[in-house]
């Protein structure tokens, strides 16, 4: 299982997506709207990603650091079913690799103009920050796992 936290990340994947964020994205909170929830939950996973190294769930091969964001997760898988079939990946996720590529799939999916303009019609639904469901944050009873995923994929011992 991979542990490692990220030491430069490259943003510029997510730059196409900064014209939705200025106009969706609140000040604080979740917003108004769907669309404003979808935005908050969607920036709230790559942002603790990238930042910190926290994954959605860590009960597979995939572990992510202290904070619990699992929340923003389940809201998403709840409320737009267009995000179950990736976000269920995490299942099988194994790397960095894997995951970043979940959160891309994840945002072109929920970046779509057409999926925003339909979510600004309808009012704020649960906490896009809070939701029960699926995906959980285990906090390990200890930190001396026997085996690691490292960046290849490949096991190696600690």
Same mark, same amino acid.
């Given at each position: 299982?991979? =542990?490692?936290?990220?030491?430069?990340?490259?943003?510029?994947?997510?730059?196409?997506?900064?014209?939705?964020?200025?106009?969706?994205?609140?000040?604080?909170?979740?917003?108004? =709207?769907?669309?404003?929830?979808?935005? =908050? $939950?969607?920036?709230?996973?790559?942002?603790?990603?990238?930042?910190?190294?926290?994954?959605?769930?860590?009960?597979?091969?995939?572990?992510?650091? $202290?904070?619990?964001?699992?929340?923003?997760?389940?809201?998403?898988?709840?409320?737009?079913?267009? =995000?179950?079939?990736? *976000?269920?990946?995490?299942?099988?996720?194994?790397?960095?690799?894997?995951?970043?590529?979940?959160?891309?799939?994840?945002?072109?999916?929920?970046?779509?103009?057409?999926?925003?303009?339909? *979510?600004?019609?309808?009012?704020?639904?649960?906490?896009?920050?809070?939701?029960?469901?699926?995906?959980?944050?285990?906090?390990?009873?200890?930190?001396?796992?026997?085996?690691?995923?490292?960046?290849?994929?490949?096991?190696?011992?600690?």
């Amino acid at each position: 299982m991979e =542990t490692k936290k990220l030491e430069s990340v490259d943003w510029s994947y997510f730059d196409k997506f900064e014209y939705y964020n200025d106009i969706l994205l609140p000040a604080k909170g979740d917003g108004i =709207t769907m669309a404003s929830q979808a935005v =908050t $939950a969607c920036c709230k996973l790559v942002y603790k990603w990238y930042n910190d190294g926290d994954v959605y769930d860590n009960q597979y091969y995939l572990i992510g650091w $202290a904070n619990d964001i699992s929340g923003s997760a389940n809201w998403l898988y709840k409320y737009i079913p267009e =995000t179950q079939e990736i *976000l269920i990946k995490i299942k099988n996720c194994k790397n960095s690799i894997e995951y970043e590529n979940i959160l891309k799939e994840l945002c072109d999916i929920v970046y779509s103009p057409e999926l925003l303009n339909e *979510l600004n019609q309808k009012n704020k639904v649960g906490d896009a920050y809070n939701e029960d469901g699926l995906f959980k944050y285990v906090e390990p009873s200890y930190y001396e796992e026997e085996y690691y995923y490292d960046e290849d994929n490949e096991e190696e011992e600690y």
